[in-house]
């Protein structure tokens, strides 16, 4: 086993819906540490940037829109496989098909409004923390 960080976002319609603690609990819960958070609403040009992967898919102008349509929470989790157990803890991106008891399951609304973000990978943990916070 190795210590992890990921990135983590806690998406506008959890932050209007006013359940930062009980996602952030999730995660405490599961063994993860939250070492980074910064609260921020995004620009479009950063948006499109952190989300350049997906520019070419039919959603990607909607889920821009979406990212930028209020303040989210920033965060870095650390701890044992923190990448692969933030992504069991947030469901599938589609909360109709996320598991019961998984974050998106039992607080996101749709795929677009899917209450968190999470790393999916060494890689993209990596540079999508360094995109966040500086060194
Ligand atoms: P995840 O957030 O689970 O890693 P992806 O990286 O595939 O999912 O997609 C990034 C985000 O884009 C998703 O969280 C979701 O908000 C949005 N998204 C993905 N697929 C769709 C889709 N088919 N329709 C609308 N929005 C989507
Ligand atoms: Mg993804």
Redesign the pocket.
């Known amino acids: 086993m190795t210590t992890e960080r990921t990135l983590s976002i806690i998406?506008p319609d959890a932050v209007k819906k006013n359940i930062i603690g009980k996602i952030l609990q999730r995660f405490e819960d599961n063994g993860l540490k939250i070492v980074e958070a910064r609260m921020q609403s995004l620009t479009k040009e950063k948006a499109k940037e952190f989300?350049k992967?997906?520019s070419a898919?039919?959603?990607f102008n909607?889920?821009v829109s979406?990212?930028t349509s209020g303040p989210i929470l920033i965060l870095v989790l650390e701890g044992e496989n923190a990448i692969e157990k933030n992504?069991k803890i947030?469901g599938?991106?589609?909360p109709k098909k996320a598991e019961k008891g998984t974050i998106?399951a039992d607080f996101a609304e749709?795929?677009?409004?899917?209450a968190?973000?999470?790393s999916?990978g060494q890689d993209t943990a990596k540079g999508e923390i360094a995109f966040f916070f500086k060194n």
Request: net charge neutral; aromatic share 12%.
């Open positions: 998406k989300y992967i997906h898919r039919p959603f909607d889920l979406f990212i992504r947030m599938a991106t589609d998106r749709s795929i677009d409004a899917n968190v973000h999470g999916d």
